[in-house]
Protein backbone atom coordinates (compact mmCIF):
# COMPACT_ATOMS: atom_id res chain seq x y z
CA UNK A 1 0.00 0.00 0.00
CA UNK A 2 1.61 3.21 -0.96
CA UNK A 3 1.84 6.61 0.18
CA UNK A 4 0.20 9.35 -2.19
CA UNK A 5 0.36 12.17 -0.73
CA UNK A 6 1.11 14.43 2.22
CA UNK A 7 -0.70 17.01 3.01
CA UNK A 8 0.98 19.42 5.63
CA UNK A 9 -1.18 22.09 7.77
CA UNK A 10 0.56 24.09 10.46
CA UNK A 11 -2.22 25.63 12.95
CA UNK A 12 -2.43 28.54 15.43
CA UNK A 13 -4.04 27.13 18.76
CA UNK A 14 -4.98 29.35 21.75
CA UNK A 15 -2.70 29.27 24.88
CA UNK A 16 -2.91 30.98 28.09
CA UNK A 17 -0.09 32.79 29.46
CA UNK A 18 1.83 30.06 30.84
CA UNK A 19 5.00 31.15 32.68
CA UNK A 20 8.67 29.41 32.26
CA UNK A 21 12.12 30.27 32.98
CA UNK A 22 12.49 31.59 28.78
CA UNK A 23 9.36 34.18 29.15
CA UNK A 24 5.56 33.52 28.70
CA UNK A 25 3.12 31.56 26.55
CA UNK A 26 2.38 33.29 23.82
CA UNK A 27 -1.91 33.31 23.01
CA UNK A 28 -1.37 31.61 19.98
CA UNK A 29 0.84 28.18 19.86
CA UNK A 30 1.98 27.00 16.87
CA UNK A 31 1.73 22.93 15.66
CA UNK A 32 1.55 20.77 12.75
CA UNK A 33 -0.65 18.32 11.11
CA UNK A 34 0.30 15.87 8.23
CA UNK A 35 -2.74 13.92 6.67
CA UNK A 36 -0.54 10.65 4.89
CA UNK A 37 -3.07 9.87 1.96
CA UNK A 38 -2.53 5.87 0.87
CA UNK A 39 -3.68 4.82 -2.18
CA UNK A 40 -7.58 4.26 -2.35
CA UNK A 41 -7.61 7.11 -0.51
CA UNK A 42 -7.47 6.09 3.46
CA UNK A 43 -5.60 9.12 5.18
CA UNK A 44 -2.81 8.07 8.69
CA UNK A 45 -2.40 11.59 10.53
CA UNK A 46 0.35 13.03 12.54
CA UNK A 47 1.48 15.63 14.60
CA UNK A 48 4.62 18.00 15.66
CA UNK A 49 6.45 20.85 16.04
CA UNK A 50 4.88 23.90 13.83
CA UNK A 51 8.20 26.06 13.76
CA UNK A 52 8.77 27.17 10.74
CA UNK A 53 12.07 25.19 10.09
CA UNK A 54 10.10 21.94 10.38
CA UNK A 55 7.98 22.65 8.34
CA UNK A 56 10.07 23.36 5.35
CA UNK A 57 12.21 20.16 6.08
CA UNK A 58 8.76 18.04 5.77
CA UNK A 59 8.27 19.91 2.45
CA UNK A 60 11.77 18.80 1.54
CA UNK A 61 10.97 15.20 2.22
CA UNK A 62 7.24 15.21 1.08
CA UNK A 63 8.14 14.04 -2.86
CA UNK A 64 10.32 11.52 -1.56
CA UNK A 65 8.34 9.32 0.23
CA UNK A 66 5.41 9.48 -1.96
CA UNK A 67 5.35 6.17 -3.56
CA UNK A 68 7.01 4.12 -0.66
CA UNK A 69 5.13 1.26 1.18
CA UNK A 70 3.34 3.04 4.09
CA UNK A 71 4.58 -0.14 6.30
CA UNK A 72 8.23 0.96 4.99
CA UNK A 73 8.87 2.77 8.54
CA UNK A 74 12.35 2.21 8.63
CA UNK A 75 13.34 2.67 4.97
CA UNK A 76 11.30 5.97 4.77
CA UNK A 77 13.39 7.12 7.88
CA UNK A 78 16.41 6.66 6.01
CA UNK A 79 14.88 8.24 3.42
CA UNK A 80 14.55 11.41 5.46
CA UNK A 81 17.78 11.35 6.99
CA UNK A 82 19.20 11.87 3.11
CA UNK A 83 16.85 13.85 1.74
CA UNK A 84 17.97 15.78 4.65
CA UNK A 85 21.59 16.02 4.69
CA UNK A 86 24.03 16.31 6.33
CA UNK A 87 23.85 20.02 7.46
CA UNK A 88 20.99 19.01 9.35
CA UNK A 89 21.21 17.15 12.79
CA UNK A 90 20.06 13.73 14.28
CA UNK A 91 17.89 15.57 16.38
CA UNK A 92 16.23 17.70 13.64
CA UNK A 93 15.23 14.68 11.25
CA UNK A 94 14.06 12.61 14.20
CA UNK A 95 11.56 15.63 14.36
CA UNK A 96 10.47 15.31 11.01
CA UNK A 97 9.87 11.77 10.93
CA UNK A 98 8.45 11.38 13.93
CA UNK A 99 5.60 13.12 12.55
CA UNK A 100 5.54 11.30 9.41
CA UNK A 101 6.05 7.81 11.15
CA UNK A 102 2.77 8.46 13.66
CA UNK A 103 0.71 8.73 10.23
CA UNK A 104 2.39 5.71 8.80
CA UNK A 105 1.23 3.98 11.83
CA UNK A 106 -2.13 5.44 12.12
CA UNK A 107 -2.63 4.45 8.35
CA UNK A 108 -1.09 0.77 9.35
CA UNK A 109 -3.70 0.29 11.60
CA UNK A 110 -6.66 1.71 10.01
CA UNK A 111 -5.30 -0.58 6.84
CA UNK A 112 -5.46 -3.81 9.47
CA UNK A 113 -8.34 -2.69 11.69
CA UNK A 114 -6.06 -2.71 14.71
CA UNK A 115 -5.23 0.09 17.40
CA UNK A 116 -1.41 1.13 16.65
CA UNK A 117 -0.30 0.36 20.32
CA UNK A 118 -1.09 -3.21 18.95
CA UNK A 119 1.56 -2.43 16.17
CA UNK A 120 3.98 -1.79 19.43
CA UNK A 121 3.99 -5.21 20.53
CA UNK A 122 0.29 -4.40 22.05
CA UNK A 123 -1.04 -3.20 25.51
CA UNK A 124 0.74 -3.94 28.69
CA UNK A 125 -1.79 -1.12 30.44
CA UNK A 126 -5.34 -0.04 29.78
CA UNK A 127 -4.76 3.11 30.76
CA UNK A 128 -2.29 5.78 31.09
CA UNK A 129 -1.95 7.97 33.64
CA UNK A 130 -0.75 11.49 33.52
CA UNK A 131 0.25 13.96 35.53
CA UNK A 132 -1.32 17.28 36.25
CA UNK A 133 0.94 19.98 34.56
CA UNK A 134 0.89 23.55 37.00
CA UNK A 135 2.10 26.45 35.46
CA UNK A 136 3.03 30.35 37.29
CA UNK A 137 0.75 32.47 35.27
CA UNK A 138 -1.40 35.19 34.44
CA UNK A 139 -5.11 35.94 35.00
CA UNK A 140 -4.72 36.22 31.00
CA UNK A 141 -2.99 37.61 28.57
CA UNK A 142 -1.76 41.53 28.44
CA UNK A 143 -4.85 43.40 26.77
CA UNK A 144 -7.38 40.46 27.10
CA UNK A 145 -9.98 39.51 29.60
CA UNK A 146 -8.54 37.00 32.09
CA UNK A 147 -9.13 33.24 31.23
CA UNK A 148 -10.92 30.86 33.29
CA UNK A 149 -8.01 29.59 35.07
CA UNK A 150 -7.11 32.99 36.77
CA UNK A 151 -3.94 34.14 38.62
CA UNK A 152 -1.32 31.58 39.64
CA UNK A 153 1.84 33.89 40.92
CA UNK A 154 2.13 32.08 44.47
CA UNK A 155 1.66 29.38 46.59
CA UNK A 156 -2.04 30.17 47.13
CA UNK A 157 -2.59 30.49 42.99
CA UNK A 158 -0.76 27.20 42.65
CA UNK A 159 -2.60 25.06 45.15
CA UNK A 160 -6.12 26.84 43.41
CA UNK A 161 -5.10 25.53 39.77
CA UNK A 162 -4.14 22.18 41.12
CA UNK A 163 -7.03 22.25 42.72
CA UNK A 164 -8.98 22.54 39.68
CA UNK A 165 -7.18 20.34 37.74
CA UNK A 166 -7.86 17.57 39.96
CA UNK A 167 -11.43 18.40 40.44
CA UNK A 168 -11.54 18.57 36.19
CA UNK A 169 -9.41 15.64 35.21
CA UNK A 170 -8.85 13.47 38.45
CA UNK A 171 -5.05 13.89 38.52
CA UNK A 172 -3.43 11.66 40.69
CA UNK A 173 0.05 13.36 40.41
CA UNK A 174 1.47 16.91 39.90
CA UNK A 175 4.00 18.59 38.10
CA UNK A 176 4.89 22.45 38.25
CA UNK A 177 6.67 24.12 35.58
CA UNK A 178 9.46 26.13 37.55
CA UNK A 179 12.31 28.43 36.85
CA UNK A 180 9.80 31.51 36.74
CA UNK A 181 10.77 32.38 40.56
CA UNK A 182 13.39 32.64 43.03
CA UNK A 183 13.69 28.95 44.34
CA UNK A 184 12.34 29.49 48.15
CA UNK A 185 9.13 30.72 46.14
CA UNK A 186 8.59 27.74 44.36
CA UNK A 187 9.94 25.44 47.32
CA UNK A 188 6.92 27.07 49.54
CA UNK A 189 4.95 26.48 46.33
CA UNK A 190 5.99 22.89 46.27
CA UNK A 191 5.51 22.19 50.17
CA UNK A 192 1.70 24.02 49.84
CA UNK A 193 1.19 21.33 47.40
CA UNK A 194 2.63 18.84 49.75
CA UNK A 195 0.41 19.27 52.57
CA UNK A 196 -2.46 20.48 50.41
CA UNK A 197 -2.81 16.99 49.25
CA UNK A 198 -0.54 14.44 51.07
CA UNK A 199 0.61 11.69 49.37
CA UNK A 200 0.10 13.16 46.11
CA UNK A 201 3.47 12.51 43.95
CA UNK A 202 4.45 16.25 43.04
CA UNK A 203 7.61 17.06 40.35
CA UNK A 204 9.22 20.56 40.40
CA UNK A 205 10.87 21.25 36.34
CA UNK A 206 12.81 24.48 36.09
CA UNK A 207 14.18 23.54 33.24
CA UNK A 208 17.99 24.25 33.90
CA UNK A 209 17.44 27.58 35.36
CA UNK A 210 19.23 26.88 38.49
CA UNK A 211 23.16 27.01 39.07
CA UNK A 212 24.91 23.21 40.49
CA UNK A 213 24.69 25.14 44.41
CA UNK A 214 21.49 26.22 43.69
CA UNK A 215 19.78 22.81 42.59
CA UNK A 216 22.01 21.35 45.31
CA UNK A 217 19.95 23.74 47.93
CA UNK A 218 16.87 22.65 46.20
CA UNK A 219 17.35 19.41 46.34
CA UNK A 220 17.73 19.42 50.66
CA UNK A 221 14.49 21.71 51.28
CA UNK A 222 12.55 19.45 49.09
CA UNK A 223 13.79 16.14 50.26
CA UNK A 224 10.84 14.19 51.42
CA UNK A 225 8.30 16.45 49.09
CA UNK A 226 9.41 15.27 45.19
CA UNK A 227 8.58 12.02 43.49
CA UNK A 228 11.66 13.83 41.21
CA UNK A 229 13.18 16.85 40.05
CA UNK A 230 13.43 17.59 36.93
CA UNK A 231 16.22 19.23 35.36
CA UNK A 232 16.67 21.33 38.05
CA UNK A 233 20.56 22.60 36.08
CA UNK A 234 21.89 22.28 32.41
CA UNK A 235 24.16 20.01 31.11
CA UNK A 236 24.98 16.42 32.18
CA UNK A 237 27.78 16.81 34.03
CA UNK A 238 26.34 19.34 36.24
CA UNK A 239 23.30 16.95 36.66
CA UNK A 240 25.61 14.60 37.69
CA UNK A 241 26.80 17.10 40.19
CA UNK A 242 23.12 17.29 41.75
CA UNK A 243 22.38 13.53 41.92
CA UNK A 244 25.26 12.78 43.61
CA UNK A 245 23.91 14.87 46.65
CA UNK A 246 20.42 14.48 45.83
CA UNK A 247 18.43 12.34 48.20
CA UNK A 248 15.14 11.91 45.19
CA UNK A 249 15.48 10.66 41.55
CA UNK A 250 16.50 12.98 39.32
CA UNK A 251 14.79 13.18 35.44
CA UNK A 252 15.39 14.74 32.63
CA UNK A 253 14.18 15.65 28.98
CA UNK A 254 16.77 18.16 28.81
CA UNK A 255 20.02 16.25 28.94
CA UNK A 256 19.47 12.94 27.50
CA UNK A 257 17.24 14.20 24.31
CA UNK A 258 18.75 11.10 22.07
CA UNK A 259 20.69 7.81 21.33
CA UNK A 260 24.00 9.66 21.26
CA UNK A 261 23.37 11.71 24.81
CA UNK A 262 22.49 8.07 27.00
CA UNK A 263 26.49 6.78 27.38
CA UNK A 264 27.72 10.45 29.21
CA UNK A 265 24.27 10.47 31.59
CA UNK A 266 24.81 6.61 32.99
CA UNK A 267 28.87 7.10 32.92
CA UNK A 268 28.20 9.72 35.14
CA UNK A 269 25.08 8.76 36.95
CA UNK A 270 23.58 11.98 35.94
CA UNK A 271 20.07 11.16 35.71
CA UNK A 272 18.19 8.11 37.28
CA UNK A 273 14.81 8.91 34.85
CA UNK A 274 14.33 10.18 31.11
CA UNK A 275 11.13 11.69 29.92
CA UNK A 276 10.72 9.88 26.73
CA UNK A 277 8.68 12.66 24.06
CA UNK A 278 8.18 10.53 20.30
CA UNK A 279 8.66 13.85 18.53
CA UNK A 280 12.21 13.81 19.71
CA UNK A 281 12.83 9.94 20.12
CA UNK A 282 11.96 9.70 16.00
CA UNK A 283 8.51 8.02 17.03
CA UNK A 284 6.91 5.91 18.67
CA UNK A 285 8.74 2.52 17.83
CA UNK A 286 12.17 4.80 18.38
CA UNK A 287 10.33 5.32 22.34
CA UNK A 288 9.57 1.87 22.31
CA UNK A 289 13.57 0.99 21.89
CA UNK A 290 13.87 3.75 24.53
CA UNK A 291 12.27 1.53 26.80
CA UNK A 292 14.86 -1.24 26.04
CA UNK A 293 18.26 1.34 26.37
CA UNK A 294 16.02 2.54 30.11
CA UNK A 295 15.70 -1.31 30.82
CA UNK A 296 19.55 -2.15 30.36
CA UNK A 297 20.71 0.63 32.34
CA UNK A 298 18.09 0.86 34.95
CA UNK A 299 16.91 4.25 34.78
CA UNK A 300 12.99 5.15 35.38
CA UNK A 301 11.29 5.86 31.99
CA UNK A 302 8.02 8.86 32.02
CA UNK A 303 6.95 11.31 29.12
CA UNK A 304 8.00 14.82 28.09
CA UNK A 305 4.96 17.01 26.63
CA UNK A 306 5.31 20.38 24.76
CA UNK A 307 2.13 22.14 23.85
CA UNK A 308 0.33 20.00 21.63
CA UNK A 309 -3.45 18.91 20.00
CA UNK A 310 -5.05 15.53 19.98
CA UNK A 311 -3.62 13.46 17.36
CA UNK A 312 -0.05 13.39 19.75
CA UNK A 313 -2.05 12.97 23.00
CA UNK A 314 -3.31 9.56 21.09
CA UNK A 315 0.19 8.59 20.00
CA UNK A 316 1.35 9.41 23.26
CA UNK A 317 -0.85 7.23 24.95
CA UNK A 318 -0.67 4.21 22.42
CA UNK A 319 3.52 4.72 23.06
CA UNK A 320 2.37 4.66 27.16
CA UNK A 321 0.54 1.53 27.39
CA UNK A 322 2.94 0.09 25.10
CA UNK A 323 6.09 0.51 26.93
CA UNK A 324 5.94 -1.43 30.20
CA UNK A 325 8.64 0.24 31.99
CA UNK A 326 7.36 3.57 31.37
CA UNK A 327 5.55 3.58 34.71
CA UNK A 328 5.62 6.60 35.73
CA UNK A 329 2.44 9.15 34.77
CA UNK A 330 2.92 10.98 31.38
CA UNK A 331 2.77 14.80 31.20
CA UNK A 332 0.57 16.67 29.05
CA UNK A 333 -0.39 20.31 28.48
CA UNK A 334 -4.04 19.25 27.16
CA UNK A 335 -6.09 20.79 29.71
CA UNK A 336 -4.75 23.87 28.90
CA UNK A 337 -5.58 23.62 25.09
CA UNK A 338 -8.06 20.92 24.78
CA UNK A 339 -11.17 23.54 24.03
CA UNK A 340 -8.78 23.92 20.44
CA UNK A 341 -8.31 20.78 19.34
CA UNK A 342 -8.36 19.11 15.95
CA UNK A 343 -9.79 15.49 16.51
CA UNK A 344 -13.64 15.27 16.02
CA UNK A 345 -13.60 13.65 19.83
CA UNK A 346 -11.23 15.28 22.31
CA UNK A 347 -9.86 13.55 25.10
CA UNK A 348 -11.63 13.29 28.53
CA UNK A 349 -9.28 11.88 32.12
CA UNK A 350 -11.07 10.04 34.08
CA UNK A 351 -9.60 9.75 37.22
CA UNK A 352 -6.14 11.15 35.88
CA UNK A 353 -5.67 8.87 33.02
CA UNK A 354 -6.90 8.21 29.42
CA UNK A 355 -7.68 4.51 28.50
CA UNK A 356 -6.11 3.71 25.30
CA UNK A 357 -8.17 4.40 22.19
CA UNK A 358 -9.80 1.16 20.71
CA UNK A 359 -10.60 2.22 17.49
CA UNK A 360 -8.14 1.44 14.02
CA UNK A 361 -4.72 3.20 14.26
CA UNK A 362 -4.35 6.50 16.65
CA UNK A 363 -8.44 6.06 17.09
CA UNK A 364 -8.96 9.47 16.46
CA UNK A 365 -10.58 11.45 13.62
CA UNK A 366 -10.18 14.71 12.38
CA UNK A 367 -12.44 17.59 12.20
CA UNK A 368 -12.13 18.88 8.86
CA UNK A 369 -13.75 22.67 9.92
CA UNK A 370 -11.80 22.97 13.21
CA UNK A 371 -8.11 22.17 11.35
CA UNK A 372 -9.42 25.02 8.55
CA UNK A 373 -10.26 27.78 11.09
CA UNK A 374 -6.54 27.06 13.00
CA UNK A 375 -5.03 26.99 9.79
CA UNK A 376 -6.38 30.25 8.72
CA UNK A 377 -5.74 31.64 12.16
CA UNK A 378 -1.80 30.47 11.44
CA UNK A 379 -1.96 32.65 8.70
CA UNK A 380 -3.30 35.35 9.73
CA UNK A 381 -1.04 35.50 12.75
CA UNK A 382 1.95 35.87 10.21
CA UNK A 383 3.92 33.87 13.53
CA UNK A 384 6.49 31.17 12.44
CA UNK A 385 8.41 30.34 15.60
CA UNK A 386 7.97 30.42 19.22
CA UNK A 387 8.75 33.67 20.87
CA UNK A 388 8.34 33.34 24.80
CA UNK A 389 11.58 35.89 25.90
CA UNK A 390 10.51 38.15 23.28
CA UNK A 391 6.49 38.14 24.38
CA UNK A 392 7.39 38.42 28.18
CA UNK A 393 9.87 41.56 27.41
CA UNK A 394 6.78 43.44 26.42
CA UNK A 395 5.53 43.37 29.44
CA UNK A 396 8.95 43.24 31.23
CA UNK A 397 11.38 44.95 28.79
CA UNK A 398 14.32 43.86 31.18
CA UNK A 399 13.58 40.44 31.38
CA UNK A 400 16.81 38.17 30.89
CA UNK A 401 16.40 34.30 30.29
CA UNK A 402 20.05 33.77 30.50
CA UNK A 403 20.55 30.64 32.34
CA UNK A 404 21.13 29.36 35.45
CA UNK A 405 18.54 32.30 36.39
CA UNK A 406 18.97 31.87 40.26
MG1 LIG B 1 11.15 19.11 31.37
Redesign the pocket.
Known amino acids: MKISDLIITPLAFADPPLLNSTGVHEPLALRTVVQLVVDGGLVGLGEGSGEREVLDRLELVRAAIIGQSVFDTSAIELIVAAVLGPDVTPLQKRAVFSIIEVACLDAQGKLLGVPVVDLLGGAVRSEVPYSGYLFYKWAGHPDAVADGWGEALDPAGIIDQARRMIDLHGFRSLKLKGGVFPPDEEIAAMRALAGAFPGMPLRI?P?GAWSVETSKYVARELAGVLEYL??PTLTTAAMAEVAAVASMPLA???CVISPETVPEAVRLNAVQIV?SDHHYWGGLRHTRELGAICDTFGLGMSM?SNSHLGISLAAMTHVAAATPNLAYACDTHYPWNSLDDVVTTPFEFVDGALAVPAGPGLGVGLNEAKLAELSRRYVESGRTTRADTAYMRLVDPAYDPTLPRF
Open positions: DNEDTNMLH
